[in-house]
């Protein structure tokens, strides 16, 4: 058991100048790194998880040297130092996942004249998309050959498409311009 100890021990060793290159690069994480638990002390960095290790791993060393250790505890407290191990390795692994993660980037609230404006320039797509529907429709009816009429069915389906897409989208304008409004 003691060479066991000692081989964890050396293990968390060697985690520690990568965790520290890790944490000044990456800096504080926005939340807990780790479940509460897996670690206690609930960091946002590794070093701290480290040595929460590290203290687990002294205080077995500690109760196998007064004689107190016993073998059940041992195993569990191990097995746990394992999984903790573990679980700091694969978030060094993934930094590079991390760093390519996209960042949260809170919306700021349109204003009032913003919406209205936003609305305005909907309005006058919403009246070009239909202009153009109603052209692309006569043409379709003037096109007498099968192999004339395809596209434009297919130029017609796609314009229609984006007139509804449109007509969604000042809905949502419209809505939350009566939430503002209802707002003050």
Same mark, same amino acid.
């Given at each position: 058991m003691a060479t066991d100890l000692s081989r964890l021990s050396t293990l968390v060793e060697q985690l520690i100048p990568q965790?520290?290159? /890790?944490? *000044?690069? +990456?800096?504080?994480?926005?939340?807990?790194?780790?479940?509460?638990? /897996?670690? *206690?002390? +609930?960091?946002?960095l590794l070093l701290p998880c480290i040595r929460e290790i590290q203290q687990e791993i002294s205080a077995l060393q500690k109760e196998q040297t007064a004689g107190n250790l016993q073998i059940a505890r041992a195993s569990y407290v191990c097995e746990k130092i394992l999984t903790q191990i573990q679980a700091i390795q694969r978030e060094m692994a993934t930094k590079q996942i991390r760093e390519a993660e996209p960042k949260y980037v809170v919306k700021q609230r349109k204003s009032l004249h913003q919406l209205y404006d936003e609305l305005a320039q909907h309005q006058d797509w919403e009246r070009r998309l239909a202009a153009m529907v109603k052209d692309k429709t006569f043409e379709l009816e003037q096109a007498t050959q099968v192999n004339q009429r395809q596209p434009l069915q297919q130029q017609l389906i796609a314009l229609e498409g984006r007139l509804a897409r449109c007509q969604q989208a000042m809905a949502g304008i419209e809505q939350a311009i009566v939430r503002r409004e209802r707002q003050g």
């Amino acid at each position: 058991m003691a060479t066991d100890l000692s081989r964890l021990s050396t293990l968390v060793e060697q985690l520690i100048p990568q965790a520290t290159a /890790l944490d *000044h690069q +990456r800096g504080e994480s926005d939340k807990p790194l780790f479940d509460h638990q /897996l670690f *206690h002390c +609930r960091a946002r960095l590794l070093l701290p998880c480290i040595r929460e290790i590290q203290q687990e791993i002294s205080a077995l060393q500690k109760e196998q040297t007064a004689g107190n250790l016993q073998i059940a505890r041992a195993s569990y407290v191990c097995e746990k130092i394992l999984t903790q191990i573990q679980a700091i390795q694969r978030e060094m692994a993934t930094k590079q996942i991390r760093e390519a993660e996209p960042k949260y980037v809170v919306k700021q609230r349109k204003s009032l004249h913003q919406l209205y404006d936003e609305l305005a320039q909907h309005q006058d797509w919403e009246r070009r998309l239909a202009a153009m529907v109603k052209d692309k429709t006569f043409e379709l009816e003037q096109a007498t050959q099968v192999n004339q009429r395809q596209p434009l069915q297919q130029q017609l389906i796609a314009l229609e498409g984006r007139l509804a897409r449109c007509q969604q989208a000042m809905a949502g304008i419209e809505q939350a311009i009566v939430r503002r409004e209802r707002q003050g």
